[in-house]
């Protein structure tokens, strides 16, 4: 192994990859080089299908069975790993390379305790020393709480952060000299998120351990990474230092990604978004395989491929044109502004939707003694006609059953929701079917949530019988349907899986819309989407609720975009909203310290601002929801509670209740709180 840290740690060159496809085999990366030296952490980015994750498989020789490649290098330390064998892999696997995949529950082993699977992995490459001991340092070394306990349990019974703590330490047992992350933090809260950059952040400076991670969330990689290699189509259109690529871009996607970012430190209440969709391997332009899309191309730009060429110290980019970046953000916000105003906040004190003292539990595990675990507990809200309000917190906080509750796909326990004055108690539940007339749900995955034997026609039609609309009326409202969602009438007659992500959504949206609710319940309705179709479906949304009148409540874990789109936020935590106010004056000036710490854990886009950015790091994941804490539900976790200030005892014994009428934060020091955040500011 070498010990020079000027000589590139893993050095890829003219790497092509090839599929195995129903149009025959179809190339898919096409001659990417880049370097990775010794410490230094590379991101890679660019939108799904764009190669990114292939790349990365790529280089650690973990492709799947249809795929191969066809053509380069892959050097780690000077040695090819495309010329090694299956036997000779295994022992580069761990303690040269570690992998970090993006969804831990399916990459551990479902009926294994975690500590047996790291302990395995360690006796598999002559670990000598206690196997049991190393596997608890390991777990603590990584923030595991009760890492003696934890490792007897099995994959299921840890949350998602746990789970990928464990996976963080499994790739990193054996001090790897490079580790290689598949969007890590995708499926994580941004609270969670923040810990595991933080541990690979930490893992860089301890062991020297270079890292390249394969991310969607440029804030991610601003926070984290050296430098960044944009990809496209297969192709690098950029890569150099962090800073100036994010401060200069000189490609056009490149600008576009990052203008369509939704970030939580501004309020644009319509989102850029690129045109259009990466093109298929089979379908590959002649020349720049952006220029269909990019809203500075010229005639030029069709005819031949631009190779990447150089631009200051260490930066490339792909591009027959220069300087570009004005005129692509110029580009998008006049696409977004035309054809329709920004929307005007809604200022109304008239409430559609009001919840008083709403509860839902669910009795978990076996036997007639089972805990209770109280996913909505005694939440009170109004929800204001025509207002588009944001309700954010962590996994099994409560958004989505409550989300559920509002249109009628569960039934509460205590309690009751208003809709328009009418009264839906929980001992006089109305039917579901009565429930829906007046609200529908838009739900994460379009592909999950649409029959893949129905066409569209058959899904919209079904919705509008339901409705009650009669056979001679169906047609004409089918049409009025897809033109309010931007879908042309062709789609009729298709399946859900001939249609992209975001038509998919659409086709979703337009099948809430078919019984005219007053409300929609968006839950998540753009988690799975990238950047670029997710501004397109927020926007849809707003324009929706601003021509049809609709009220939405916007379930989401991204904060960025609900900054961006909500007239409110609400903002729950173990099953009660802790804080509720409108979104400029929540996310400038929050009141609740859980509320600071969600928006100060979101990274922003701007490697300059995330380096001076304050940032608060919770520590631990959520209670357990069937036992929660006595008191403030968050002051186990509280930077701000009795932990750090003993006097507050009245955090563990008495439980804050929400004022709406003073500062509409559920915490006994709220008022404290908001002094010193304007004396700060």
Same mark, same amino acid.
């Given at each position: 192994m070498s010990?020079?840290?000027?000589a590139? +740690? ?7 990859v090839?599929?195995?496809?129903d ?24 939108e799904?299908?764009? #190669? ?18 066809s053509?380069? &290098?892959v ?5 090819? +790993? ?15 390379? #570690?992998?970090l995949?993006q969804d831990?529950?399916? /990459? ?6 975690v500590? !047996?699977?790291?302990?395995e992995?360690l006796?598999a ?9 190393k ?10 709480s ?29 001090s790897p000299?490079?580790?290689l992350?598949?969007e890590?933090?995708?499926?994580l809260?941004?609270?969670i998120q ?11 400076v301890e062991?020297?351990?270079a ?21 496209y189509?297969g ?19 490149? /600008? /576009? ?9 501004t309020g ?10 990466p ?8 020349g720049?395989?952006f ?10 730009? &069709? ?5 990447l ?15 570009v ?6 580009a ?17 004190d008239?409430?559609l ?8 539990s669910?009795k978990?595990g076996?036997?007639?003694n ?11 809200l109004?929800i ?17 059953? +409550?989300?559920r509750l ?5 039934k ?7 809709f ?23 739900f994460?995955?379009?592909r999950s949530?649409l029959?893949?034997?129905m066409?569209v ?9 339901n409705?009650?609309v009669?056979?001679?009326g ?5 049409l009025?349907l897809l ?6 009438v062709?789609?009729?007659?298709r ?7 975001g038509q998919a959504?659409?086709i ?5 819309l078919?019984?005219r ?5 968006? !839950?998540?309705?753009v988690?799975?989407?990238d ?15 601003q021509?049809?009148?609709?009220t ?22 173990? #099953? ?5 106010r ?13 509320t600071?710490?969600l928006?100060s854990?979101?990274p922003v ?6 380096r001076?950015?304050?940032r ?9 929801p ?20 003993p ?15 003073g500062?509409?934060?559920a ?15």
């Open positions: 010990n020079d840290p000027t590139p +740690l893993l050095k890829v060159r003219d790497l092509r090839a599929y195995k496809t149009h025959g085999l179809q190339d898919v990366v096409h001659g990417v080089d880049f370097d990775v030296y010794p410490g230094e952490a590379v991101g890679i980015v660019g799904s299908g764009s #190669g990114k994750s292939t790349v990365l498989l790529a280089a650690a020789r973990l492709l799947p069975s249809n795929a191969r490649i053509n380069g &290098s050097q780690l330390d000077g040695q090819d +790993l495309a010329t090694l064998d299956q036997r000779t892999l295994r022992t580069v696997h761990g303690p040269r390379i #570690g992998m995949y831990s529950l399916r /990459a551990l082993n479902p009926v294994m305790k500590g !047996d699977q790291v302990s992995m006796r490459h002559g670990y000598v020393g206690d196997r049991d001991e596997v608890v340092d390991l777990f603590r070394s990584v923030g595991i009760d890492p003696e306990g934890r490792v007897s349990q099995f994959p299921h019974q840890l949350s998602g952060g746990m789970r990928q703590r464990v996976m963080t330490a499994l790739s990193l047992a054996l000299q490079l580790l992350a598949d890590p933090t995708t499926a809260d941004v609270t923040a810990q595991i950059l933080d541990l690979l952040r930490h893992s860089a062991h020297g351990t890292t390249v991670i394969v991310s969607h969330d440029l804030g991610v990689i601003a926070n984290l990474c050296n430098r960044v290699i944009v990809v189509a192709r690098v259109v950029e890569q150099g230092p962090t800073d100036a690529v994010f401060a200069d871009p000189q490609h056009p996607y490149t /600008a /576009a990604l990052l203008r369509a970012v939704p970030r939580v430190d644009l209440h319509r989102l850029p978004f690129i045109e259009g969709q093109p298929e391997p089979e379908a590959m332009p002649a720049c395989s220029e269909p899309r990019c809203p500075v191309s010229i005639s030029d730009c &069709s005819t031949a491929v631009p190779p060429r150089s631009f200051g110290p260490d930066r490339q980019f792909a591009c027959i044109r220069d300087q970046a004005d005129s692509v953000a110029v998008l916000t006049a696409s977004v502004e035309t054809g329709a105003e920004s929307p005007q906040l809604n200022e109304s008239d409430s939707v009001v919840i008083r003292g709403l509860t839902r669910f978990i076996r036997g007639r089972r805990p209770q675990l109280r996913a909505v507990d005694g939440v009170d109004e204001r006609r025509g207002e588009f309000l944001g309700l954010v917190g962590e996994s099994g906080c409560g958004k989505s059953t +409550l989300g509002l249109v009628g796909l569960d509460a326990d205590e309690g009751e929701v208003i328009n004055q009418v009264s839906a108690s929980a001992g006089n539940n109305r039917s579901p079917r009565q429930m829906r007339k007046f609200s529908q749900m838009v994460q995955d379009p949530s029959n893949r034997r066409s026609a058959e899904h919209l039609e079904e919705a509008l019988v409705a009650g009669e056979r001679s169906r047609h004409k409202r089918l009025e033109d309010q969602v931007g879908l042309p062709s789609a009729l007659t399946l859900p899986h001939e249609f992209s992500g959504q659409r979703a949206i337009a099948r809430a078919a019984v609710p007053s409300l929609i319940v968006a !839950d998540e309705a988690s799975s989407l950047v670029s179709v997710k501004g397109q479906i927020v926007n849809l949304l707003r324009d929706l609720q021509e049809l009148g609709l939405v409540l916007f379930i989401s874990h991204d904060l960025g975009v609900v900054r961006n789109v909500s007239d409110r936020v609400a903002v729950m935590y173990l #099953g009660r909203i802790i804080e509720l409108k979104t400029d004056e929540l996310f400038v000036s929050p009141h609740h310290p859980y600071q710490a928006i854990a979101v886009p701007d490697p300059v601002v995330e001076r950015r304050e608060i790091t919770l520590q631990g994941d959520v209670p357990n069937s036992d929660p804490p006595s008191g403030c539900r968050f002051h186990p976790r509280c930077p701000v509670g009795p932990l750090k200030n006097d507050r005892h009245i955090c563990r014994e008495e439980s804050p209740e929400l004022d709406l009428d500062s509409a934060a915490c006994h020091f709220a008022s404290d709180f908001a002094a010193e955040q304007a004396h700060g500011s």
